[in-house]
C-alpha cells in the first residue's frame, strides 16, 4: 500500500529561525512528489513540485528536496515569517496505474513573534 | 480563472438532513476529485470523476454518501441523512493528466466547513 509519513506532526519555531519538515514515503513507481501549504480554513496550494530526476526546487523561502534512492523529501523554510505558520502537506503521485496521489498528514507548523 | 469553487464555504445542520456540496472545477481539467478532511484522518480521498465518469468511489464512507458530475462544469456531493461523525471540511479539487502521466495542475477549492448537529 502507497504510504506518505510526514514528521514530526507538529512543530513551533521563533520568527526569523530556519526549520526542516521531512517526508518519508513508499510510493513507487514514482512520478513526481508535491509539497502544498494549507492555511487555516483554506485548501491546499502548492508550493514546490518535483519530478524522479529533479532532487531539488525551491519557490521563494522554501526549498524542496528529493532523495529518489532513500524515498526521502524533505522541505526547507528560510527565514520565517508569522505568515508561514501553516499545515505543510507531502503529496507523492505513482507512475502508471491510476496516478492517483497519496498525501501524507502534514506537518502543523507555529511561527511565534 | 477563479480556481476551484466549492459552495457553501460554511454548512450547519441538524442530524437526519440532507446536505448537498458543490464544485465548479477549473475549465479545461478533466479529473476531478472530493476530499473529507478531519483533524484525525487529514485529507481522505472519497471519489474522483475522469471526463465526468465516476472512476473510483472507494473512498466513500457509506451509503449515505453520493456524488454526481452531471457534465463538466458541476459536481455534487451529497449527504442523506447526515450524521454528526460526517462533520469535516470536505475539498473539492481539479486536474487534468498531463503527459508521461503526471496530474497537472492539482488545485483545491477552498473547502466547505460541515457542522452536523
Known amino acids: 500500500k502507497n504510504q506518505v509519513e510526514q514528521s514530526p506532526q507538529s512543530l513551533i519555531i521563533l520568527e526569523g529561525k530556519n526549520c526542516t519538515l521531512q517526508?518519508?514515503?513508499?510510493?513507487?513507481?514514482?512520478?513526481?512528489l508535491r509539497w502544498y501549504k494549507q492555511d487555516t480554513g483554506r485548501g491546499p496550494v502548492s508550493l514546490t513540485i518535483?519530478?524522479?530526476?529533479?532532487n531539488t526546487k525551491s519557490n521563494g523561502r522554501y526549498t524542496a528536496t528529493l532523495d529518489a534512492d532513500t524515498k526521502q523529501s524533505s522541505l526547507h523554510i528560510t527565514a520565517s515569517q508569522l505568515s508561514d505558520s501553516a499545515s505543510y502537506i507531502c503529496v507523492v503521485t505513482p507512475r502508471g496505474g491510476s496516478y492517483i496521489p497519496t498525501f501524507g498528514r502534514g506537518t502543523s507548523l507555529i511561527v511565534h513573534p | 480563472d477563479a480556481g476551484v469553487i466549492q459552495s457553501p464555504r460554511h454548512e450547519v445542520t441538524e442530524m437526519g438532513q440532507e446536505v448537498t456540496l458543490r464544485c465548479k472545477p477549473i475549465s479545461g481539467h478533466d479529473y476531478l476529485f472530493w476530499y473529507r478532511q478531519t483533524m484525525m484522518r487529514g485529507l481522505e480521498l472519497l471519489i474522483y470523476f475522469n471526463n465526468n465518469v465516476p472512476i473510483d468511489d472507494s473512498g466513500m464512507p457509506e451509503d449515505r454518501f453520493s456524488a454526481k458530475m452531471p457534465n463538466a462544469s458541476f459536481s455534487t456531493l451529497k449527504i442523506q441523512p447526515s450524521e454528526p461523525r460526517d462533520s469535516a471540511v470536505y475539498f473539492c479539487a481539479s486536474s487534468f493528466l498531463a503527459p508521461r502521466g503526471a496530474q497537472g495542475g492539482y488545485t483545491f477549492g477552498s473547502g466547505t466547513r460541515l457542522t452536523v448537529v
Open positions: 517526508c518519508n514515503y513508499t510510493v513507487s513507481p514514482f512520478s513526481n
Open positions: 518535483m519530478t524522479f530526476s529533479e
